[in-house]
Nanobody, 123 residues
Framework: VQLQASGGGLVQTGASLRLSCVASELTFSTYVMGWFRQAPGKEREIVAAINWSGRTTYYADSVKGRCTISRDNAKNTVYLQMNSLKPEDSAVYYC?????????????????WGQGTQVTVSS
């Protein structure tokens, strides 16, 4: 199983980024997909998650109203649209997959992880 995340970069406060994660070697439509992030010296935290159909989503309070998670099962891809970025959003962003019907908001249940993509927001 491979999860390939992309779309990170260096942006200014208030900018937008769209992260993508392409999954391979799994039946994508049977997996919950999540986006997590980890800043230096901090624990990995969930940003957003989405169930297999896309009808159930979860957002961390810190990003609610600024981020949108979506998926395209035909393309085995999950997206994270991030708007109004703040310096505190700076972190390595990871996509993760869990074979589940429930959306979990902690890292432990997730079965597979991507390599991460760096997001840096300058003030």
């Amino acid at each position: 199983v491979q999860l390939q995340a992309s779309g990170g970069g260096l942006v200014q406060t208030g900018a937008s980024l769209r992260l993508s994660c392409v999954a391979s070697e799994l039946t994508f439509s049977t997996y919950v997909m999540g986006w997590f992030r980890q800043a230096p010296g901090k624990e990995r935290e969930i940003v957003a998650a989405i169930n297999w159909s896309g009808r159930t989503t979860y957002y961390a309070d810190s990003v609610k109203g600024r981020c949108t998670i979506s998926r395209d099962n035909a393309k085995n891809t999950v997206y994270l649209q991030m708007n109004s970025l703040k310096p505190e959003d700076s972190a390595v962003y990871y996509c993760a997959a869990e074979k589940s019907v429930m959306v979990h908001t902690t890292a432990r249940p997730y079965d597979y992880w991507g390599q991460g993509t760096q997001v840096t927001v300058s003030s």
